[in-house]
């Protein structure tokens, strides 16, 4: 009996996986989005504002604001997201003429099993995310309003599982929540603070004690790095377009538009108020300023959107880690979405993911050079190849290049830009070596 009842298990699970396939669509982990399968322009453009239009973007642009000072702070918002349009929207379309997810895109540039080192990387560092997020969460509400911070984040990891087990549609539909709530009490935050000064000390705010202590360099790589992962992965989510022209849209409303709205609200409010030593991670945020006017409606609705809006990026972590492990263990995103979001909810709720921030920022460095191999190599190199082989020596050793620069640079020019240096060693290293023949085989 037990050797009938172990063969019935998977046949039962997978069953039961092609029936919620059947109710929610499919969502093509293992091969390309078929053509009626794709969705609107609107569609995959909602998927995309809802990741980086966050509270965490705000307290990006907050800390810019105190370490550069309003203008350059906004320089580097602007040059930042400028790159990242052209980075993501080349990754994006790929994804879109292949129709593939960023697991098999790799598969063609790393090969067929060196792949899983590239995506493994990143589906893990993006679960480090969720968990942080998460995590945020349950700190914030916790902390405003006095509730237990371990429910708070087991309700909050639930709920965000719950969005990304229903697929793309999931996405697109809390960001159809999340945008606009985030535009509309964004806006006012941001405007509000404004009133309480002109906008030409806004303007001229110096930074935190007057002093500039952060170099426009290292503002591009904080920039960059807030979404260098995601953005690296976004055949995942353009994979969903019709066009190029679709796919560019999409990515257009993340970067720069989403981002650098989001950037912009928390440097206003950060410039206009000047708090001396503001923690833009603690109340010196939107979702503070918020509760700090004491209007029990104003605190309600800051609760909603602080759920719907870091749902909505913890949905998108979770959704890209899930698509990638799926592809690696050969099972099914929805799955693989349960069983890596109860990971990522215990890290949260043990409360030591606020030592994995630095952790994932470091490894954040070895980022940028795959997605810039892989554009070198679909764009330049080897333009429409496909799976060929197994390992693609040449693109690990372009990878191993791009991150000791990185390294280098983190550590003996920090004012230089991490993520940039690494992406363009990487892509420049990756296109000599491929000029190498290969040796002859007998």
Request: with cysteine; hydrophobic share 55%; net charge negative.
């Amino acid at each position: 009996m037990s050797k009938i009842k172990n063969t019935l298990e998977p046949e039962e699970l997978e069953h039961l996986e092609e029936n919620i396939d059947h109710v929610l669509g499919e969502e093509y982990e293992h091969e390309p989005v078929p053509a009626k399968a794709r969705r609107s322009a609107f569609s995959v453009a909602i998927v995309w504002m809802g990741f980086p239009m966050i509270i965490t973007g705000a307290m990006t642009g907050s800390i810019l604001v105190l370490g550069m000072g309003f203008t350059g702070a906004l320089k580097a918002m602007i040059i930042g997201n400028l790159i990242m349009f052209f980075y993501v929207g080349a990754l994006g379309l790929l994804g879109t003429r292949k129709g593939v997810s960023f697991a098999l895109l790799a598969s063609i540039v790393f090969g067929r099993k060196g792949y899983v080192f590239a995506s493994g990387l990143l589906s893990t560092l993006l679960l480090g995310w969720f968990a942080v997020q998460t995590g945020i969460t349950g700190a914030l509400v916790s902390s405003t309003y006095e509730l237990n911070y371990v429910l708070m984040t087991v309700v909050a990891g639930l709920l965000y599982i719950g969005i990304t087990f229903v697929g793309v549609k999931g996405l697109h539909l809390i960001g159809i929540i999340s945008v606009p709530l985030f535009v509309v009490l964004g806006i006012w935050v941001a405007a509000d603070a404004a009133s309480t000064t002109t906008w030409a000390k806004i303007m001229s705010y110096p930074g935190n004690d007057g002093v500039a202590t952060m170099s426009l360099g290292v503002g591009l790589t904080v920039v960059m790095a807030l979404f260098i992962d995601a953005g690296t992965v976004t055949a995942d989510f353009n994979r969903w377009a019709k066009d190029d022209i679709s796919s560019l849209v999409a990515t257009f409303s993340a970067f720069p538009f989403a981002n650098l709205v989001a950037m912009m609200v928390g440097g206003v409010m950060t410039a206009a108020l000047a708090v001396p030593d503001a923690n833009p991670f603690g109340e010196d945020n939107i979702f503070g300023y918020m509760n700090a006017q004491q209007l029990t409606w104003l605190s309600v609705l800051a609760f909603v959107f602080l759920f719907a809006n870091l749902g909505s990026v913890c949905a998108h972590c979770l959704y890209n880690a899930a698509t990638g492990w799926s592809r690696i263990l050969r099972s099914h995103m929805r799955l693989l979405a349960v069983l890596l979001g109860i990971i990522g909810i215990v890290i949260a709720a043990t409360n030591v993911w606020a030592f994995f921030i630095e952790w994932l920022s470091l490894l954040g460095i070895l980022v940028p050079p795959i997605g810039a191999i892989i554009l070198i190599d679909q764009f330049v190199v080897r333009k429409g190849s496909d799976i060929d082989t197994d390992w693609r020596g040449s693109a690990f050793l372009a990878w191993g290049i791009g991150s000791v620069v990185a390294f280098i640079v983190e550590w003996y020019a920090p004012h230089l830009s991490t993520a940039i240096s690494a992406g363009v060693v990487g892509g420049i290293a990756y296109f000599f070596l491929s000029k190498i023949p290969a040796p002859r085989t007998a």
